[in-house]
T-cell receptor, first 116, second 111 residues
Framework: SAVISQKPSRDICQRGTSLTIQCQVD?????MFWYRQQPGQSLTLIAT?????????ESGFVIDKFPISRPNLTFSTLTVSNMSPEDSSIYLC?????????????FGQGTRLTVV | LAKTTQPISMDSYEGQEVNITCSHN???????ITWYQQFPSQGPRFIIQ???TKVTNEVASLFIPADRKSSTLSLPRVSLSDTAVYYC????????????FGSGTRLSIRP
């Protein structure tokens, strides 16, 4: 399966600032997904990103707070805007192959964000 | 989207076989059943995927009854390194299908 590289792996940010997380895939994928995971909790889907169109956000997540870019089939970014301590979490990106036999998704290692 | 239900936690010992059962009563015809493993500070890692009957790979087996409303992940002869959270997921074959995580099962292996 493909490999996802996520940057940064961790960061400590001041409240009120923004952080952009990058996700690079070593092969082309149709869909990319962004998740948030609180310590000890399961993953919560933030949005789905398709190349060339606006991301689709899940309930409770809005574009102004979590703008997403998907400029091509191997790259995506998630920005956490105007951060507050409540945004402290692990953020993960995921991609799925473009069809065929393999249907599983693969994940990056995550970005551990701490807002102070 | 099919909701999954699995035990919150399980304990076992090294060398034992561990079976984790997942319930997915409203699975759709096009849905596949997929299991992931997650270690602390890492992203989830694909273990196995199946549609019906039995699937086996080098790390696990997946048993799916005919009605597909449940599935069982079987880990043979577990070791301490199998301590992790295991997620049962149900999603469609299309790359656009959303992948929603349930609560997962926290598996602890003891010496």
């Amino acid at each position: 399966s493909a490999v996802i590289s996520q940057k940064p792996s961790r960061d400590i940010c001041q409240r009120g600032t923004s952080l952009t997380i990058q996700c690079q895939v070593d092969s082309q994928v149709t869909m990319m997904f962004w998740y948030r995971q609180q310590p000890g909790q399961s993953l919560t889907l933030i949005a789905t990103a398709n190349q060339g169109s606006e991301a689709t956000y899940e309930s409770g997540f809005v574009i102004d707070k979590f703008p997403i870019s998907r400029p091509n089939l191997t790259f995506s970014t998630l920005t956490v805007s105007n951060m507050s301590p409540e945004d402290s979490s692990i953020y993960l990106c995921s991609g799925r192959d473009r069809g065929g036999i393999n249907t599983e998704a693969f994940f990056g290692q995550g970005t551990r964000l701490t807002v102070v | 989207l099919a909701k999954t239900t699995q035990p919150i936690s399980m304990d076992s010992y090294e060398g034992q076989e561990v079976n984790i059962t997942c319930s997915h009563n409203n699975i759709a015809t096009n849905d596949y059943i997929t299991w992931y493993q997650q270690f602390p500070s890492q992203g989830p890692r694909f273990i196995i995927q199946g549609y019906k009957t039995k699937v086996t790979n080098e790390v696990a087996s997946l048993f799916i009854p005919a009605d597909r409303k449940s599935s069982t992940l079987s880990l043979p002869r577990v070791s301490l390194s199998d301590t992790a959270v295991y997620y049962c997921l149900v999603f469609g074959r299309s790359s656009a299908s959303k992948i929603i995580f349930g609560s997962g099962t926290r598996l602890s292996i003891r010496p």
